[in-house]
């Protein structure tokens, strides 16, 4: 299971890599990449349960975390850099990135209506897009 994650883990950073690189701005990006985590999660759903959902025997927030982890991180770290001022870029990256799995999470399971998905990640991205 954490061989099937870590392949997830290199086909999310990879796309978040060609949002975030095609966007005309620091804002589009914010969007671009959150459109992409979200298609992502919605066009993968096993796989996205077997790095989010399923217990796996990965590191996460530590030195060893693998490479392909470390990549998705980063890039999301990168889409917000432009907007975390002076704050702890990290935290900002960590919430940004909770924000979106909480979203994408909460509506799978029909804890939130499907039709106010976009509206939502609209706020997502205003929010961290600031």
Avoid: N
């Amino acid at each position: 299971m954490a061989a099937v994650a870590v392949e997830g883990f290199a086909e999310l950073a990879t796309r978040l890599v060609t949002a975030r690189a095609s966007a005309a701005d620091p804002r589009q990006a914010v969007a671009d990449v959150a459109a992409a985590y979200v298609r992502f999660a919605e066009q993968r759903p096993a796989l996205y349960d077997a790095m989010f959902t399923l217990a796996v025997d990965l590191p996460f927030a530590s030195s060893d975390v693998p490479t392909d982890l470390a990549r998705g991180f980063a890039e999301l770290a990168e889409t917000v850099r432009p907007f975390a001022g002076d704050g702890d870029l990290e935290v900002l990256t960590e919430t940004f990135w909770s924000g979106l799995h909480g979203l994408v999470t909460l509506m799978r399971s029909d804890r939130l209506r499907r039709e106010g998905h976009d509206r939502r990640l609209a706020v997502l991205v205003g929010r961290f897009s600031r």
